[in-house]
T-cell receptor
Framework: AQSVTQPDIHITVSEGASLELRCNYSYGATPYLFWYVQSPGQGLQLLLKYFSGDTLVQGIKGFEAEFKRSQSSFNLRKPSVHWSDAAEYFC????????????FGGGTRLMVKP | DGGITQSPKYLFRKEGQNVTLSCEQNLNHDAMYWYRQDPGQGLRLIYYSQIVNDFQKGDIAEGYSVSREKKESFPLTVTSAQKNPTAFYLCATLRSQGGGEKLFFGSGTQLSVL
């Protein structure tokens, strides 16, 4: 069965520190990969996506993610976290040969310490 | 088990036909959402409901209708006015509690036009 795993349910970092949120998937073919953020009181916002090409993807708000085929991972990174980055983050995958069917990971809640 | 059930998994619509996508939840969450996923794009919000008997249009509500007669159910009707209905439709609920809000997702419905 297809699955998307975000191993960390909660992460706390200090403001200004670097951040890495993990995402692993279990498909054989290269999927389409997304990171979304769910901000308090708001809906989902797309941070970045990977379909093909350069495996390092730049997104909005200073986020980036790197697709590593050998590790079946698509980890989200930010060099310096701001207090406003505190939110729930979701990794999502569309399997390359499955149309648009989207599967979400369980989410990681990011808390930022002053 | 607690969760969100979307049915059917695959649905085909004929020209001029209305179809209804089901979303049922037993998580006791008040807020429910419908999103649409198209190739190469992020999720877009169609409709959302914060409580029973109330719902609001999202970013792309034209050609869709919803109802929220029960807390557990938030069906989405794709009307004949929706000229490009082929997409993946995702239902979500929102848990709101002291630890913060978090979205939960159904497994989705792939709608195609015959």
């Amino acid at each position: 069965a297809q699955s998307v795993t975000q191993p960390d349910i909660h992460i706390t970092v200090s403001e200004g520190a670097s951040l890495e949120l993990r995402c692993n998937y279990s498909y054989g073919a290269t999927p389409y990969l997304f990171w979304y953020v769910q901000s308090p009181g708001q809906g989902l916002q797309l941070l970045l996506k990977y379909f093909s090409g350069d495996t390092l993807v730049q997104g909005i708000k200073g986020f980036e993610a790197e697709f590593k085929r050998s590790q079946s991972s698509f980890n989200l990174r930010k060099p310096s976290v701001h207090w406003s980055d505190a939110a729930e983050y979701f990794c999502a995958v569309v399997r390359g040969n499955a149309g648009n069917m989207l599967t979400f990971g369980g989410g990681t809640r990011l808390m930022v310490k002053p | 088990d607690g969760g969100i059930t979307q049915s059917p998994k695959y649905l085909f619509r004929k020209e001029g036909q209305n179809v209804t996508l089901s979303c049922e939840q037993n998580l006791n969450h008040d807020a429910m959402y419908w999103y649409r996923q198209d190739p190469g794009q992020g999720l877009r919000l169609i409709y959302y409901s914060q409580i029973v008997n109330d719902f609001q249009k999202g970013d792309i509500a034209e050609g869709y209708s919803v109802s929220r007669e029960k807390k557990e159910s938030f069906p989405l009707t794709v009307t004949s006015a929706q000229k490009n209905p082929t997409a993946f439709y995702l239902c979500a609920t929102l848990r709101s509690q002291g630890g913060g809000e978090k979205l939960f997702f159904g497994s989705g419905t792939q709608l195609s036009v015959l």
